[in-house]
């Protein structure tokens, strides 16, 4: 079993910048591919971004290609979200998900089924 938890939430103006973390323990030797997602109020969970199991290949969401950047360090068991010129529309609850094993050495997805832990989840306000 692996635990996931997110740190790095908060509230920020627009324009400004949040960096994200997720935490790994457990038997994290064998996650796959990693991703983050969000969920606004009376919204869906939507994609964010994805990141591979060695953190080659990347995947981003039309909504933030260009201003949120995602990473891992699996010495660490960490991966981030570093977000930059953010907007009022953001705001939402960012979930970190990982896959229990790896099925892929280069591929990413956007699909949630396709992971099988899931943080708690940390809230970005974003005010205009």
């Known amino acids: 079993q692996v635990q996931l938890v997110e740190s790095g939430g908060g509230m920020v103006q627009a324009g400004g910048s949040l960096r994200l973390s997720c935490a790994a323990s457990?038997?994290?030797?064998?996650?796959?591919?990693m991703g983050w997602f969000r969920q606004a109020p009376g919204k869906e969970r939507e994609f964010v971004a994805a990141?591979?199991?060695?953190?080659?290949?990347?995947l981003y969401a039309d909504s933030v290609k260009g201003r949120f950047t995602i990473s891992r360090d699996n010495a660490k068991n960490t991966m981030s979200l570093q977000m930059n010129s953010l907007k009022p529309e953001d705001t939402a609850v960012y979930y970190c998900?990982?896959?229990?094993?790896?099925?892929?050495?280069?591929?990413?997805?956007?699909?949630?089924?396709?992971?099988?832990?899931w943080g708690q989840g940390t809230q970005v306000t974003v005010s205009s």
């Open positions: 457990g038997r994290t030797s064998s996650n796959g591919r």
């Open positions: 998900a990982a896959e229990k094993e790896i099925r892929t050495r280069y591929g990413t997805s956007g699909a949630s089924e396709d992971y099988d832990y």
């Open positions: 990141i591979s199991w060695r953190g080659s290949n990347t």
